[in-house]
């Protein structure tokens, strides 16, 4: 954001005393400002989905992105960010069980089954859990999971088992020539899902695999994160360590430090391994003690000028602020009530005017938020994918709070 959040530090202020609830809470618990802030939040986004649904035409384009004139830029079905649309209306579905957003979420969802058949590359898993996996979950509909358990296999061709990692950009420079970036960690979970679902029993342990590669390569030793590794692909070495998206190869990029929270904690609750917990603590850690006071990160935890004039990142907080909460039910005592905690105070600014769309003219749900800063591409703008992030974790709270189903809040195998 280009301005002080002053509504969201007023909302923080009022609200902190009790949003630090200590491990999962009890069927209907004492009412938290956050509820009804969640609720508010849920409603308007769904107000917002369900008039973008129908407005819109798949075969047009898929909604992306916030544009001066306030409406959506939108992008076709291989861009990496195409199942962000669905996939919120898939949940949004799930909150209110509306048939409309149903049918709309369905629409916008089969056309995406035709993303293999052209090009496609490690967004799959970003492309295909977030929309046709959904949608498995959410009706059973057996039409939704043979695309699904498809994209899983190519995404798992893409991996080279001598890097130990899923390859991502398809980089022409032959100095570049396996490129893996952090985001790749949030792929993963199409794999970890495929695999418990009819596909290939051996996607599981590839994943794992790759999120090993990544805890040893990616994660600086204070925490923080390098954006990308290149690998040679004959030898499996780690060539160089850069960033795309962020401010420089040292500093940290917000949005790729909320995927590895994300991330290595889905893999520590797909697999068990607590190498993975420790890892998305650490990662977590390293966030949290570098957090404007209103909680929404600066678009580079490194970025000049952070975090009085520097761009902040709504995705970023709203990505972090899923992870957390399923990370706070790993973890146990203080500890776990503290992530917890992190996570309600970062929803709680991300509902307030200040990031919150209500009564902007704006088509997404939240504000402020940085695609690429380096290309100048999306800056302080609406995106589907902070939206996304944004609907699942007031979700997730919910129903640690126990006031919505078990429906969206992952379940670890025991």
């Known amino acids: 954001m280009r301005i002080p959040l002053r509504a969201a530090a007023l909302a923080l202020a009022c609200a902190l005393g009790a949003c630090t609830p200590a491990g999962p809470a009890a069927p209907s618990p004492r009412p938290a400002p956050l509820d009804s802030l969640a609720r508010a939040g849920l409603d308007f986004a769904a107000s917002q989905y369900r008039r973008a649904a129908a407005a819109g035409d798949p075969a047009r384009g898929y909604p992306r992105s916030t544009t001066p004139d306030g409406t959506w830029s939108t992008i076709r079905i291989n861009d990496w960010t195409s199942g962000f649309f669905p996939g919120t209306l898939w949940y949004l579905y799930a909150y209110t069980r509306d048939p409309e957003l149903r049918a709309q979420a369905e629409r916008w969802t089969l056309p995406l089954a035709d993303i293999p058949k052209g090009k496609y590359s490690h967004d799959l898993g970003f492309q295909f859990n977030t929309s046709f996996v959904n949608a498995y979950r959410f009706t059973g509909d057996d039409r939704f999971r043979a695309p699904a358990l498809n994209a899983a296999g190519l995404l798992a061709a893409r991996f080279n088992p001598t890097v130990g990692a899923i390859k991502s950009w398809d980089w022409t420079d032959p100095k570049r020539p396996y490129p893996v970036i952090v985001d790749n960690m949030m792929n993963l979970e199409l794999l970890y899902w495929g695999a418990g679902h009819g596909g290939d029993a051996g996607w599981k342990p590839l994943a794992a695999t790759h999120a090993r590669t990544t805890q040893t390569n990616h994660v600086r030793a204070d925490g923080g994160s390098f954006h990308v590794v290149v690998f040679d692909p004959a030898t499996g070495a780690a060539l160089e360590r850069i960033t795309h998206q962020g401010y420089a190869d040292s500093s940290t990029w917000a949005r790729g430090q909320a995927w590895l929270v994300y991330g290595f ?150």
């Not at 609750?269 to 957090?291: M, S, W």
Request: charged share 20%; aromatic share 8%.
């Open 265 to 414: 904690t889905l893999s520590f609750r797909e697999t068990g391994d607590p190498r993975f917990l420790a890892t998305a603590r650490r990662v977590a850690d390293y966030a949290l003690a570098r957090l404007p006071a209103d909680a929404v990160p600066c678009w580079d935890y490194q970025a000049p000028g952070c975090p009085a004039t520097a761009e902040r990142d709504a995705s970023a907080a709203a990505i972090m602020a899923s992870g957390l909460l399923e990370m706070s039910t790993y973890v146990p005592g203080a500890d776990g009530a503290r992530y917890r905690g992190a996570a309600e105070r970062i929803l709680t600014s991300l509902s307030s005017p200040a990031c919150l769309a209500r009564g902007t003219g704006q088509p997404t749900v939240l504000l402020h938020s940085v695609g690429n800063h380096p290309k100048s591409q999306e800056i302080d703008v609406g995106l589907n994918y902070a939206d996304y992030y944004y609907v699942e974790a007031l979700l997730r709270y919910l129903e640690l709070r126990g006031l919505r189903p078990q429906q969206v809040m992952p379940r670890r195998a025991r």
